[in-house]
């Protein structure tokens, strides 16, 4: 149901989903501009549940600090938008959920700037048991354009990081 709006075909979400569960690991997410797209992408997959341990909606900036322990030094100086901001929210997701992996995506959605970042500017976050990256694109299209694309964007890197 979520998977065609979004671009997604269900055979690569599925495969990321085999992938953790043949190695035994669980992810989680800490999402803001997408508000838990990418954990309603993972859960379309049937047995899901074996791998996906929650996510956490972060949308306003507090929760980002709150539910995510994102520091909140970092925010007051760079804002909720910003690469250390995707990664601490992959940090912080994994801990809070219990995951092995922890995906965090900030970024501005549309159609006004946000604190001075342009539309379409988006961060991703990867932590996990050997590796954590972060990944910065820009995004082209309206808000529901950009939303997708940081869903399409963050599955793929993260089930390249876990090939």
Known sequence: MILEPLG?????????IGVLRRRSETVATA?????GLVS?????????????????????????????GVDPQLLAEHGAVHPDVAAQLAVGASRRCGAD???G???VAGPDP????????????FSGPQ?????????????????????????????????
């Open 114 to 125: 946000q604190d001075g970042v342009a539309p379409g500017t988006v961060h991703l976050g």
């Open 31 to 35: 999402e803001s501009l997408t508000a």
């Open 40 to 68: 309603a992408a993972l859960t379309e997959v049937p047995g899901s549940s074996a791998v996906v341990r929650g996510g956490l909606v972060v949308y306003a900036t507090d929760l980002k600090e709150r539910l995510a």
């Open 105 to 107: 995506l900030t970024g």
């Open 131 to 163: 590796d954590s990256q972060v990944r910065s694109v820009v995004l082209d299209g309206d808000r529901h354009a950009v939303r997708a694309a940081a869903v399409r964007v963050a599955l793929e890197h993260f089930a390249g990081m876990l090939r």
């Open 101 to 103: 992996w922890g995906v």
């Open 8 to 16: 997604l075909p269900f055979s690569q979400v599925a495969e990321l």
